[in-house]
Nanobody, 121 residues
Framework: QVQLVESGGGLVQAGGSLRLSCAASGRIFSINAMSWYRQAPGKQRELVAAITSGGSTNYADSVKVRFTISRDNAKNTVYLQMNSLKPEDTAVYYC???????????????WGQGTQVTVSS
């Protein structure tokens, strides 16, 4: 069984910062890409940022420069540093990871439970 647990969400004023963490645990053989998605009320879930096992990153245009994704492979953890937050960043943020549970097993997508980020104006 694999579990992703997010933390670090909350309420912050516009211009402030938050740091999200997502730790993977359980029967993990390897983790490929790790990502953060978000879903605002009435909108579709969208990719915010992603990072490969080798450290290559990509970002949604709306968060470039303001957000930074990183990972600690030894801890099976991915982070999202969010700076200069705007009210439009308000959403539930979800962690996603492509995880293999065995040496000859393909990787499957796993999701965290989500953490609320609210940015007040």
């Amino acid at each position: 069984q694999v579990q992703l647990v997010e933390s670090g969400g909350g309420l912050v004023q516009a211009g402030g910062s938050l740091r999200l963490s997502c730790a993977a645990s359980g029967r993990i053989f390897s983790i490929n890409a790790m990502s953060w998605y978000r879903q605002a009320p009435g909108k579709q879930r969208e990719l915010v940022a992603a990072i490969t096992s080798g450290g290559s990153t990509n970002y949604a245009d709306s968060v470039k420069v303001r957000f930074t994704i990183s990972r600690d492979n030894a801890k099976n953890t991915v982070y999202l540093q969010m700076n200069s937050l705007k009210p439009e960043d308000t959403a539930v943020y979800y962690c996603n990871a492509a995880i293999s549970t065995g040496v000859l097993r393909r990787a499957y997508d796993y999701w965290g439970q989500g953490t609320q980020v609210t940015v007040s104006s």
